[in-house]
C-alpha cells in the first residue's frame, strides 16, 4: 500500500507565530492530496484540495490566507498555519489518492498534533 | 449533502465477542464506502474498501458489508481482541477520480481482556 508520512507529528507554538506541516507522498507521485482537520471527538473535517502546481481549492468556511497551501512537487505538499491562535489548535491529516483510474481508495498520513499557546 | 452516521458512538465488550458497527449515508449514489481504525492520537490506517458494485469485503477477522441501495454497512468484527480498541471511521466517496471522502463521525471500541 501507499506510504504517507507527515511531519511533525505534534508542534507547539506560540499564539500568533505561524507552523508549517508536511505532507510526503513516499510510494508514488501524488497530484492531489487532501488535507483534513480533526477536533476531540469529532470526524475529520476536509479543509482543502491540494493540487500539484496550480492553486489549491479550499471549502467553505476554510480562510485561504489562514491556511496556505504548497504543493510545489509531486511528492510534497505542505499547509502552514500563520499567525496560530488557541483555536486552530487541532489534529491535522494529510491523505492521497493513487491515480484517477485507482480503486479510489484514499491513504493517509500519521496526523500532526497542533497545540497553540 | 451527502451525510455519515454511525451508530454506536461508543462500544465496550469483552475479549472474544463477535461485534457489528454500523454506518449508514443519506445519499446512496456512492463511489465507493471505506472503512478506517484511527488509534488515538494517530493517523488513519485503511481496513476494508468496498466499491459500490460490491457487496462485501472480508480481510481477516474482519467483514465489511455494503447495503447502497438502503444507504447502509456494516464492519463485523470476529472473536475480537484487546488491540482491536480503536476508533472505527466509516467514510464514502462520492465520484470517481479525485474527489474526497466524507467521513462520519466513528465509533469508539473497547475490548476488555
Known amino acids: 500500500g501507499a506510504v504517507v508520512s507527515q511531519h511533525p507529528s505534534r508542534v507547539i507554538c506560540k499564539s500568533g507565530t505561524s507552523v508549517k506541516i508536511e505532507c510526503r507522498s513516499l510510494d508514488f507521485q501524488a497530484t492531489t492530496m487532501f488535507w483534513y482537520r480533526q477536533f476531540p471527538k469529532q470526524s475529520l473535517m476536509l479543509m482543502a484540495t491540494?493540487?500539484?502546481?496550480?492553486?489549491?481549492?479550499?471549502e467553505q468556511g476554510v480562510e485561504k490566507d489562514k491556511f496556505l497551501i504548497n504543493h510545489a512537487s509531486l511528492t510534497l505538499s505542505t499547509l502552514t498555519v500563520t499567525s496560530a491562535h488557541p483555536e486552530d489548535s487541532s489534529f491535522y491529516i494529510c491523505?492521497?489518492?493513487?491515480?484517477?483510474?485507482?480503486?479510489?481508495?484514499?491513504?493517509f498520513g500519521e496526523g500532526s498534533r497542533l497545540t497553540v499557546l | 449533502k451527502q451525510e455519515v452516521t454511525q451508530i454506536p458512538a461508543a462500544l465496550s465488550v469483552p475479549e472474544g465477542e463477535n461485534l457489528v458497527l454500523n454506518c449508514s449515508f443519506t445519499d446512496s449514489a456512492i463511489y465507493n464506502l471505506q472503512w478506517f481504525r484511527q488509534d488515538p492520537g494517530k493517523g488513519l490506517t485503511s481496513l476494508l474498501l468496498i466499491q459500490s458494485s460490491q457487496r462485501e469485503q472480508t480481510s481477516g477477522r474482519l467483514n465489511a458489508s455494503l447495503d447502497k441501495s438502503s444507504g447502509r454497512s456494516t464492519l463485523y468484527i470476529a472473536a475480537s481482541q484487546p488491540g482491536d480498541s480503536a476508533t472505527y471511521l466509516c467514510?464514502?466517496?462520492?465520484?470517481?477520480?479525485?474527489?474526497?471522502?466524507?467521513f462520519g463521525k466513528g465509533t469508539m471500541l473497547l475490548v476488555s481482556p
Open positions: 467514510a464514502v466517496k462520492l465520484h470517481s477520480g479525485y474527489s474526497t471522502l466524507t
Open positions: 491523505s492521497v489518492a493513487k491515480t484517477l483510474t485507482d480503486t479510489g481508495e484514499l491513504f
Open positions: 491540494s493540487n500539484e502546481g496550480s492553486k489549491a481549492t479550499y
